[in-house]
Every structure is written in C-alpha cells, then in structure tokens.
C-alpha cells in the first residue's frame, strides 16, 4: 500500500467515525459462520472502495476479527488481508473488471497452498450496503449499485446511520486448491463466484422492488381467476359487472399491505429505543440459516408462533436488523382500526377476515394477491394458530393459510418455497392477565385506541425476549417426498384443490408446529414457574428452588430435547436472582432464610410462562411420575407404560419423537435421573431415592394435570362407551371444571375445551374409538386402569362421584 493511500485513509477515518453507525451481521461471526481464528483471514469486497474498506475495519475490529490493513504474514512473505472483485465506479464511469492485482493475489495464494498443504487461508466475503431501499416497480434504475464518489458522499450523509456490514460463510482456499487445482483459471472463477455472492446478497438485503398499489389492482383485476369469478357473480347475482369489479377492488383495498420503506427505517429507530426500555436484551438464534435461504433465492415464509400483538413487530425488527427483509404479515381484520391499521398496512401488514365460507369472490382475491406476493418474491409472514394462545401453549394450526401456500406453488413457482418455524417467547407477556380472564369466561375485548393507550401505560422492564428460528422446511423437497407427481397438479391459472391436499397440509401444519416447539427458549421465568407451580403450596424455599431450577438445567443440557433450543447459560442461583428481580413473586424471609411462593392470582398467570416450555418436561416428567407412583419397577415396565401414553402427549404438545426412537430417549432420561441421585438403578430395576423425593415429586408433578384430564375422559368412556364425540368432550370439560374447583386446580387450560377435542381425536386415530366415536372396550379399559395408577385417590374418588351422581340423575329421570 503507498502511503498516500495510508495518509487519506487516516484522514478518512476521522469523518467515518462521526457520520457512520455500522450493522454489523452476523453479530457473532465467529460462532455463526464457523470462522477460524487459528488459520489466516483474507476479506473479499465486491469493488474497489476506501471508504468501504475502512468501515469494514471498523466492524472487524468490534468484532475481534483481524483488521483488514494488516498484513498477512505466510512464511517470509507479506500479502494484503483484503481483495476487491471489481475495479468499481468513479465519475467518469464503471470499470467493473476484476483487478490485475486481485488476480495475482489469489494466483499467488493458490500457489502457497500447493507448496504447504498445512495452509488453509479463509476467504471472507464482505458487503457494505449503504441503505437498503428496494425501489418501485416502475423505476428500472438498478437497485444498491455500486457507488462513485459523490455519490458515495451523498449516501453517507443520508445513509451513514444505516450502513450494514455483512460477513458472508467463508471459503476455504485449501478446498479449491485440492478440488479444483491451482491455475490462472481458478483465480478467475473465484472472482466470477464472489461477484454472483454479492449481487445475491444485495437482493437478500433489499428484497424486490415495491409495486405500484394501483398497478397492481389493476394486474390483479385483469388475471384470468378473478375475471372469471367476477364474471360469474355477476350473472348468478344479476347485477352489472362493474358493480362486482368494483367489489374486488375494494376487498383488495381493505387486503392489501401498502409497504413503506421509509416507515421500516423509522419504525427500526423507534422500535430499538423501545425494545431496550422494555426489555434487558432480545436473544436471537439460528438467524444464519434465514439469510442463507435468502440469498440462495428461497421463497421464505416465517411461521411463528402467536403469544402477543409484540410478535408481530418484534419478528421484523428482528428480521431488519438480521440483514433480511421484513416479510408482508397476514393481519386479522380486528387490527385495522385508525390509527393502528394505516401503520401496519405500510409496514407490511396485509388483512385477512376471520372467515372466507361462503365468499367466493373474497377467496379468489386474496388467493390471487397472495399468489402475487409469492410470485414476486416478497417474504410472508402468517401465524398458523390463527390467533395468540391464551394458555401459553402451542395451538393447533389453522391450515388455510398453509393450503393457499401450496395453491399458489400450483401455479408454477420458478423459485422453492421455504417453511421457516419461529419460537419468540417472552419473560412477560403483557396480555397474560386479560388471557386468563378470558380463560375464565369473560368476553374479548375488541382492539382498539384505548386498548393501545391502556397497554403504553403499563409499559415497563420485561426482562428477555427470545426470537429462535427453527429447523426449515423446504416445500418443494416435503410435496416430492410425499406426493411424487404433485407437479401434475400445476395450473398457473386457477389451481385447484387435489385430493392430496388436506391429508398432506394436515400432516405438514403438525410438522411445522413441532418444529416450532423444537426450537423453544427456556429462561428464568419459565422454569422457575415451571418449579413453583408444581409445589402443592405454590412455594420453596430459595434453596429448594434453585436446586430444583439446578436439575432442570441439567435435564436440558445432558438430554438436550432437541438441537433446536436454547438453554439459559446462567447457573441456577443467577437465575432465581434474575426472575424475582421481575416482581412476580412474594419472596418473604425468616429465620431460616428465604420464601418464594405464589399468591391464587400469580399462580394462575404463572402457568402461561410453565405451558411455554412444558413440553420440554413431559417425558422427564411422566418417567418421574409413574416411578412416584409404583416406587419400583422395571425399565421395560417404564417403556410399556410411556409408550402407551406417549401418542396423546405427541399430539396434544407437539413432541418431536417418533415412535420408533422413543425408548432410546426413555433410556437417556433415566440415566440421567439416575446420575442426578434423582432414581436408583440396579440394571433391571429402577426405583426411587427416598433421600432426594424432594425434587424427584416436583418434576414428577410437572405432568400430573394432563394425566388427571386424560383420567377423566377415559373414566367417562368406561362408564358409558357409546357416548358421541361432542357429549363426550363437553361432559369432560365440566368434570375437569368441577375437578379444578375441587382440588385447587389453577391452571385455566386444565378445563379448555380444545384439549379435548385433541385427546378425542388421538383416541380415534390410535384405535381406542371406533369411526363412530364408540369406546372399544377392552384398551379403553386397559388405558383407564393405567390411568387410574398415576392419579391420587382423592382425585379418583371426585372423578368417579360425579360419574356416578349423574348416573343416579339420569336414572331419577
């Protein structure tokens, strides 16, 4: 480098450091991207840019990664740490031809490799966007080209506060050296790849240009599907067909997002001022993967679950902030109200009515917009619950949304379509108290202004909020595997629905619903909830607490439920610390020490953080359970019984493990309880340790109101086999009601009717009921005494008087 260069980047830096506020993804590039510090790091930049150059150093150096000006030291000789690909612009034009020097360079490099077969350089692709406006479609000017000077000036002043640094998966030299040799031609094909990275990742990090709103309509207006259905309304109906077209178009106006890049970068300000009020971090994973679907040109669709109305702006902050684009999210028609909904609709939001039955017309233009949004590239977001949950557990998807994805790949998608499952969990969800009051029979309050102005006022520290992106689902790959001549179905004008349809999107919704609870955050508060609520009194003492927070760490980090999740990394005490530093506990202190415990209220608001994560604990839990209950048995005895109950649990939580591996999982668990002193092990035989039944019951208990509704369900069966379907979940549910009054049973999903249905409906399919709905007789029988074992008899003994004290009621009658 000649020292003019040094001297101007020196009086470079000084502008730069006051103008320019750099985003550097990924956060962590040395975990995320796999780099090794121990072997040497050459960046590659897609043009030649000092100003590029020294923003890149002042990332790399926040970062802990080597400083781009320095050296690279191989053997006795120097060689630069930085490449450019292209020559790049000035203001006399654009040389985009790769540099003469950066060609020697790689030649070089690819000769060291094959004189030392030790080397193994690290090439880094390195992007500087400055701004990341994705432009309309009628401007056809390219979008995030390169920059000369002036203009490079101009978009520091404009642009400086959103400059995004993106490092890219690094190449390894040695691997193209060994594969594909070391001559001049490789040297040139490293450079035409590196140039098709960067223009990808420019399009990942802008995504397509924005339509025109009114072109659009008119685009959509004009596809054959909606003509036709236009057109047929009009004649059943006998009315002029403008009067139906002007239908459309309103229905597409109330639909359709009207997306504002400027409304993103203020929203992006407002909402990292407002995150960091609320919350002591935002804890993202497994975002790499999203961008590599980006860039490789997937069609991303994000599928979250829905635990508050922060979701949907907590998704794209996030997404913005990971270098993506915020996707077009599906909105309930509820949420457009003034001023909220214009906000929304210009942040990407796109409204969707509650139902469709009976609206052909309606269901043919959102069809046909979403196929749109799919067709252009814009990354979607929809929450396949169809609503939040109001339990904290996961529901059971909706597959409307699912079904349409599929219809619009019926019209010929060029481009794969991606399934992405999001866990975002929360320390505290600021609706928690009004979903238990609607829990509790009280009606819904419809959204509105007052609604967000009651919600600001209550607005304060939150503790962590967690954002984990799950295992990927690619679409494509998942209709091969399962409907091998799908692409005989494609009808790029107006798809159909096959008969594969629902068994495939019935059988896809649970898959992206388990992959959604693979990937669960468990923090403070959810296992010191999880702790508390399986205490009888709703209270410990702050030792047994963090003792029993202590094994299910160490249940999650031994036995990892999935590779999904993420654990806490914090020991247990800093934990404990941290959770009743958020105020949802009584901690009282005597002699002895400290008390935390739960008052009625805290308790009932408490198990919606549990729920979060139960089904993390289930099989941990009923292994705990049926070893409390029996104190002795066999390993194969723990097998037959958590088999047998196994498929109910799968269903009703989304667990992750299919049949066939379940007792290799059994067998992990128990020897971790058994090296936790929790059980004791003889080879054959497992029992309980009477001097740690402490901890053992507690984590036994997590478990015991999902056996207690199972119990009633099978107990009503017995009683009367031929019960309907609707009887038999209705009779149910007022049981679990009265069983909760009874024996102080907090938890509001106890007594949901959905979880019944789901336990019908598995009952059904795993031959416990007939297609009729009628008991057969000996499993269910089988099943009820199983369960009749792992209840408490005063529990069985209120289950069995209300049976029988309505018998005695029908027979008065």
Known sequence: ?????????????????????????????????????????????????????????????????????????????????????????????????????SIDLFIELLEQHKQDSELDIQLVPASILWGRKPGKESNRSPILHPLNGPEKFTAILGHGRDCLVRLSTPVSLRYMAD???????????????????????????????LPDRQALFKRLLASKAIDKVVREEAQSRDVPIEKVRKEAIDMMEEIAADFSYSLIKKGERFLGWLWNRLYQGLNINNAQRVRKLAQDGHEIVYVPCHR???????????????????????????????????????????FIRRSFKGNRLYSTVFREYLAELFAKGYSVEYFSEGGRSRTGRLLPAKTGMLSMTIQAMLRGLNRPVTLVPVYIGYEHVMEVATYA????????EKENVGQVLRTLRKLRNLGQGYVNFGEPIPLNQYLNDNVPDWHNDIDPIEPQKPGWMNPVVNQL???????????????????CALALLSSRQRALSREELEQQIDSYLQILRNTPYSSQSTVP??????????????????????????????????????????????????????IAHIVVQYQ?????????????????????????????????????????????????????????????????????????????????????????????????????????????????????????????????????????????????????ENLADQLAALVSPEVKLTIQAVINRDDKQVNNE
Not at 180 to 200: E, P, Q, W, Y
């Open 179 to 209: 594969n594909h040799g070391t001559d001049d031609a490789i040297a040139h094909k490293l450079a035409r790849v590196a140039k098709i990275h960067f223009s990808r990742q420019k399009i990942a990090a802008s995504g397509p240009r």
């Open 1 to 101: 480098m000649s020292s003019w260069q040094k001297i101007y980047q020196k009086l470079l830096n000084l502008p730069l450091s006051l103008l320019v506020k750099t985003n550097s993804i990924p956060s962590d590039p040395v975990k995320d991207l796999e780099l090794d510090l121990e072997r040497p790091i050459i960046y590659i930049l897609p043009f030649r840019s000092n100003t590029d150059l020294m923003t890149l150093r002042s990332s790399t150096q926040e970062r802990g990664l080597p400083d781009p000006l320095s050296p690279l030291v191989i053997g006795n000789r120097q060689f630069p740490r930085y490449v450019y690909v292209a020559n790049g612009p000035s203001i006399f034009g654009t040389n985009g031809e790769l540099p003469q020097e």
């Open 632 to 780: 002795s048995l066999t390993v194969d005895e723990i097998h037959r019984q958590v088999g047998r109950l196994y498929p109910f649990l799968k269903a009703e939580l989304f667990l992750r493990y299919e049949t066939e591996e379940l007792n290799d999982v059994i067998d992990s668990l128990i020897q971790e309880l058994v090296r936790q002193r929790l059980l004791l092990s003889d080879g054959q035989t497992i029992s309980l340790n009477g001097s740690r039944i402490g901890p053992l019951q507690l984590l036994a208990r997590t478990i015991t109101e999902t056996l207690q509704r199972y119990s009633i369900t099978l107990t009503l069966l017995c009683a009367e086999p031929q019960m309907i379907k609707s009887e038999l979940e209705q009779q149910s549910q007022m049981m679990a009601q009265r069983l909760s009054r009874l024996h102080g049973i907090n938890a509001p999903e106890f007594f949901d009717k959905g979880v019944f249905a789901i336990l019908v409906k598995t009952l059904r399919h795993e031959g416990y009921l007939t297609d009729e709905c009628h008991a057969v007789s000996r499993p269910v």
């Open 569 to 622: 990394e914090d020991d247990a005490k800093a934990l404990v610390e941290h959770a009743i530093a958020m105020d949802k506990f009584i901690v009282e202190r005597d002699s002895l020490g400290d008390v935390v415990s739960l008052n009625r209220q805290q308790s009932i608001l408490m198990t919606y953080y549990r729920n979060n994560i139960i089904h993390l604990f289930a099989l941990p839990s009923l």
């Open 509 to 527: 919704a649970t898959k992206m619903m388990t992959h959604i609870n693979d990937a669960a955050a468990t923090n403070a508060l959810t296992l």
């Open 308 to 350: 508050s109305h922060m979701d949907y702006l907590l998704l794209s902050y996030v997404l913005y902030e990971e270098g993506l684009v915020p996707p077009h999210i599906a909105a309930g028609i509820n949420l457009n109200f003034f001023p909220a909904g214009p906000i929304f609709r210009r942040g990407g939001a796109f």
């Open 437 to 444: 009051n609607e829990l509790r029979g009280k009606r819904k």
